[in-house]
């Protein structure tokens, strides 16, 4: 075998050794995404598609070779070998090196290409599995947020009948979220028109308390005054009838 051939052929060991690598079944897409995207790979594949068009050009090159070959020693029926008998034997020599050759070339350009597509159909794998845990990560937490809407939506509900207001029971069963929360947007409402209509005539008894209270300190000091007058009065009349 010639120098290309044998280089030809330990490619060709080389491509079967990482297809089968990359087929191993317990290595995830996700640990061979990571290795893509190592600084080592990285900077090979900087001019990977360069290096992948000159070794698809050459392998086609030396399989249109090979081919070449096999047809040009295809043609022993043709040929006068009676006075040389050798020759048989030499030229089913270079057809059989011809045919090797030609399925050496042929098995590393499949597998070049095959390679290429592993790895490409590899990586979209592991960025499809990363957008569905992201995509279910997100599903889970509408669907917590749903969850505790609904329980919030209960609470609530529970607490406008133990205050004595009424709740549609349509708008529980029937209606959809946004209807009943609309109807608890006007009962929340107007419990606040309640809640101020309330402070505020708590606020106008406190001033009629502390109004109240103003004026009985007034009355209480005026009677005070007039229990001191009366006081100096009796003592002054005692003292002119002596």
Same mark, same amino acid.
């Given at each position: 075998?010639?120098? =290309?051939?044998?280089? #030809?052929?330990?490619? %060709? @060991?080389?491509? #079967?050794?990482? #297809?089968?690598?990359?087929?191993?079944?317990?290595?995830?897409?996700?640990?061979?995404?990571?290795?893509?995207?190592?600084?080592?790979?990285?900077?090979?594949?900087? @001019?990977? &598609?360069?290096?992948?068009?000159?070794?698809?050009?050459?392998?086609?090159?030396?399989?249109?070779?090979?081919?070449?070959?096999?047809?040009? @020693?295809?043609?022993?029926?043709?040929?006068?070998?009676?006075?040389?008998?050798? $020759?048989?034997?030499?030229?089913?020599?270079?057809?059989?090196?011809?045919?090797?050759?030609?399925?050496?070339?042929?098995?590393?350009? %499949?597998?070049?290409?095959? /390679?290429?597509?592993? !790895?490409? %159909?590899?990586?979209?794998? !592991?960025?499809?599995? $990363?957008?569905?845990?992201?995509? +279910?990560? =997100?599903?889970? *937490? !509408?669907?917590?947020?749903?969850?505790? @809407?609904?329980?919030?939506?209960? /609470?609530?509900?529970?607490? /406008?009948?133990? !205050?004595?207001?009424? #709740?549609?029971? *349509? *708008?529980? +069963?029937?209606? *959809?979220?946004?209807?009943? &929360?609309?109807?608890?947007?006007?009962?929340?409402?107007?419990?606040?028109?309640?809640?101020?209509?309330?402070?505020?005539?708590?606020? +106008?008894?406190?001033?009629?308390?502390?109004?109240?209270?103003?004026?009985?300190? &007034?009355?209480?000091?005026?009677?005070?005054?007039?229990?001191?007058?009366?006081?100096?009065? /009796?003592?002054?009349?005692? +003292?002119?009838?002596?």
């Amino acid at each position: 075998m010639s120098l =290309q051939w044998t280089a #030809v052929a330990t490619f %060709l @060991y080389v491509e #079967v050794f990482l #297809v089968l690598l990359l087929c191993i079944p317990f290595i995830s897409p996700k640990r061979w995404s990571k290795i893509f995207k190592s600084r080592i790979i990285q900077t090979i594949a900087l @001019y990977g &598609n360069t290096w992948f068009m000159v070794a698809i050009a050459i392998l086609v090159f030396l399989l249109i070779d090979a081919f070449r070959e096999v047809r040009k @020693y295809s043609v022993t029926e043709k040929v006068d070998v009676t006075n040389n008998p050798t $020759a048989i034997e030499h030229i089913h020599m270079k057809l059989f090196r011809a045919q090797r050759n030609e399925y050496i070339a042929g098995f590393a350009l %499949l597998l070049c290409l095959l /390679l290429r597509r592993l !790895a490409t %159909l590899l990586s979209q794998q !592991a960025s499809l599995m $990363a957008s569905n845990e992201a995509f +279910k990560k =997100q599903a889970e *937490g !509408a669907s917590a947020a749903a969850k505790k @809407y609904i329980d919030d939506n209960e /609470l609530l509900q529970e607490k /406008l009948r133990a !205050a004595g207001i009424e #709740v549609p029971e *349509g *708008g529980k +069963k029937g209606a *959809g979220p946004q209807e009943e &929360n609309k109807v608890l947007k006007e009962e929340m409402k107007t419990l606040k028109e309640e809640l101020e209509t309330t402070k505020k005539a708590l606020q +106008k008894s406190d001033s009629d308390v502390q109004a109240m209270k103003k004026q009985a300190e &007034n009355l209480t000091v005026e009677y005070d005054r007039l229990l001191e007058e009366h006081s100096k009065l /009796l003592a002054s009349s005692d +003292k002119k009838s002596d």
